[in-house]
């Protein structure tokens, strides 16, 4: 699509920054068997907390206004388990704020429900809200609307194109000269949460955002803090809910192996490799995925290549590359440009 989306984000496919006009393709959904009046959304075995109650009950109706405060406008996203909204904030409008929107991230209603819905939610926003970079979506708030008694979470609106769009406007790739600016500020930001020890957990083009500041990764519902208190918070089943990507799903996610930096290197890597040739790595159909041996981008040097062909390694144990690493390797004399004008 050529034009311009209103974005923000969303959890979970998910918000933390979503488009308005274009949808998810069906790989990109979470998809599972899903019973939800016997299967709560966190597994026993991912929440270390004393008691999280998940009996399921029934959702009220939304307002038009949550929390007295944000005035929903309109839907700007849809994922398999959350949906985001443009929303008015009629506090900051009154203080005269230049642009008072902000992105309203929340559960859909089959998933509202749910007691420990509101705990899901909350550990979005304490993990985003521990990490301060340019490249990454930032969170405002969370609270639960009175009325409805829903949670929800508010998270900067962004205007530009998500990577995905920007992908279907350039079939072929792009050179690596004109990609690499991209391609550092998406690493750059990775190195962060890397170092911050916290994954992202769903990588890929639809959670990236061009803007005019540049590269915004968004969309942390399946992220996790691996160090430190944070550490503790509760986490999506994955289990249950098959809560992945398979483009861009490291192996080892299929046999439900646990998040690691070594999975975001994974997915890091085959959208490096999808902006160079215009093509997935591996993913031809779920049948043929992995079968092939990606080749070398005609751009790239000998040492890059090295560098993104271990980080694109089917077995966790030889992908040993890291996210500071692929910086160096990519890092040069590149200069910044913006995507609009």
């Known amino acids: 699509m050529s034009e311009k989306s209103e974005l923000t984000s969303m959890a979970n496919d998910q918000p933390i920054l979503l488009i308005e006009s274009a949808n998810k393709a069906a790989d990109e959904e979470i998809t599972g068997s899903l019973s939800i009046s016997e299967n709560p959304i966190i597994s026993k075995d991912d929440v270390k907390q004393p008691v999280i109650t998940t009996n399921e009950i029934k959702a009220k109706a939304l307002p038009d206004t949550l929390a007295g405060r944000y005035k929903l406008e309109r839907i700007l996203g849809v994922g398999g388990m959350a949906v985001v909204y443009r929303a008015y ?167 439900d192996v646990s998040l690691t930096t070594k999975t975001d290197i994974f997915a890091l890597c085959c959208i490096i490799y999808e902006l160079l040739t215009g093509k997935n790595p591996y993913y031809i159909d779920k049948k043929t995925k992995y079968s092939v041996s990606p080749s070398k981008p005609k751009d790239l040097s000998k040492k890059q290549w090295q560098a993104l062909a271990c980080g694109l390694a089917t077995r966790p144990e030889d992908r040993t590359v890291t996210a500071e690493e692929l910086k160096k390797v990519f890092q040069s004399t590149a200069k910044n440009f913006f995507f609009w004008s």
């Open 89 to 255: 904030d009629k506090l900051a409008a009154h203080f005269k704020h230049p642009y008072p929107y902000v992105a309203l991230k929340m559960f859909k209603e089959e998933f509202a429900g749910f007691a420990d819905a509101s705990y899901l939610l909350y550990s979005e926003y304490a993990l985003l809200t521990s990490l301060n970079h340019p490249h990454i979506v930032r969170a405002y708030q969370f609270d639960i609307d009175a009325e409805s008694e829903r949670a929800f979470l508010t998270l900067e609106f962004l205007r530009g194109l998500t990577l995905d769009q920007w992908l279907m406007e350039n079939p072929l790739g792009v050179s690596f000269k004109k990609v690499q600016p991209m391609l550092l500020e998406i690493i750059d930001a990775m190195c962060y949460g890397h170092q911050h020890h916290t994954i992202h957990g769903d990588l890929k083009p639809s959670n990236i955002m061009l803007t005019n500041q540049g590269c915004i990764l968004f969309d942390y519902g399946l992220g996790q803090v691996l160090v430190g208190e944070l550490a503790e918070l509760p986490k999506i089943s994955r289990k249950r809910f098959n809560a992945w990507t398979p483009k861009y799903a490291a192996p080892e996610l299929l046999e």
